[in-house]
């Protein structure tokens, strides 16, 4: 098994401001070709240890791959789609996690090692391949900060916090991180505010001041230039420089995060089932800038693969794919 041979640990400043947001209302008519329209791609979607895969051309649903539930993390999709990586915690090992590199033409493992954390014993943690595959992130947990290592498992940057005008800040179980193109990341901090740093991740940019009590579960989308989140239970779209925020989803029951299509186009939205957000179905609005009713709009385009009667439940990671 490998193991981490150093850490570099650095402690950002940043000076913060303020970003302006604006907000648009509106519909579309959406697509006319059949039930998914003229959309393209395929949809990923985890539920209960089954990841399924929906070609939204055929509206065909196939299994992609399954996983074992008892000691499972998460996984991640490579940003060329050639790869995924998973996370696991291995029965009887207490002070790493496991993570796999595996080549998704056929399963195959690529790359193998353990993760050893800078700090504490962390077994249960979210890794996200880096845009060029060779370099995993790991989202902060209660003892560590933003770890990234090679695909050795050797710790190469540990962001442990961020000094600000308020004072130190630290990151939290709670915060968020991304890869964005080039290998830069985006983070949340503190439940208040979006940074972006890139590499070799000494300085950092702050994106957005949040002043939001619900907000994050980001995504990104594939050329780097807009985020998207959940504000206050609904979907908000921004520039990845905090310009131009503006709620695209509204409805009675919420969202709970959206993926861009692989043009940026479109948004596979998450849709809250019942009091919880334990598990949700899936649904299609165009990125455009308007404010659709996941209820009744007619521009929804509702995920039900031909052949099953009730919509999928969704429990864990979702792509949309080329």
């Known amino acids: 098994m490998k193991r981490k041979i150093q850490t570099i640990t650095l402690i950002l400043v940043a000076l913060l401001g303020v970003s302006s947001c604006s907000k648009n209302d509106g519909a579309d008519p959406g697509n006319e070709n059949g039930r998914n329209g003229n959309l393209t791609g395929k949809l990923i979607y985890t539920f209960t240890g089954n990841v399924y895969q929906l070609d939204l051309q055929t509206n065909r649903q196939s299994t992609y791959f399954t996983f074992n539930t008892y000691g499972f993390n998460y996984w991640d999709m490579s940003r060329d789609e050639q790869f995924r ?56 947990t209660l003892d560590n900060g933003i770890v990234i290592t090679d695909l050795d498992g050797n710790v190469l940057i540990h962001l442990e916090a961020v000094d600000t005008e308020a004072g130190p800040v630290t990151f939290g179980i709670n915060d968020e991180v991304l890869w964005l193109p080039g290998n830069r990341v985006v983070f949340t901090l503190g439940d208040r505010y979006i940074f972006r740093s890139d590499p070799p991740y000494t300085s950092l940019t702050l994106v ?23 504000v206050s239970n609904h979907i908000y779209v921004m520039d990845v420089d905090g310009n131009d925020l503006r709620q695209v989803t509204e409805s009675n029951d919420g969202e709970i995060h959206a993926d861009f299509s692989p043009d940026g186009k479109h948004l596979l939205v998450a849709k809250k089932i019942g009091p919880t957000f334990f598990y949700w179905n899936l649904a299609i609005i165009p990125n455009d800038g308007q404010v659709y009713n996941m209820d009744n709009d007619e521009a929804v385009i509702v995920i039900q693969p031909d052949g099953e009667e009730i919509l999928p439940a969704v429990d864990g990671a979702t792509f949309w794919i080329e």
Not at 109 to 123: H, I, L, N, Q, R
Not at 208 to 230: D, F, H, I, S
């Open 208 to 230: 957005k001041e949040m002043p939001y009590t619900l907000w994050g579960n980001l995504r990104v989308n594939k050329q780097g230039t807009q985020l998207a989140m959940m």
């Open 85 to 140: 990586l998973t996370s696991e915690r291995e029965a009887g090992v207490f002070d790493a996690a496991k993570i796999t590199l595996i080549h998704n033409s056929d399963g195959t493992v690529a790359d193998e090692f353990d993760y050893v954390s800078p700090k504490g014993t962390d077994t249960d943690v979210k890794a996200l391949l880096s845009p060029d595959n060779k370099k995993v992130l790991y989202s902060p």
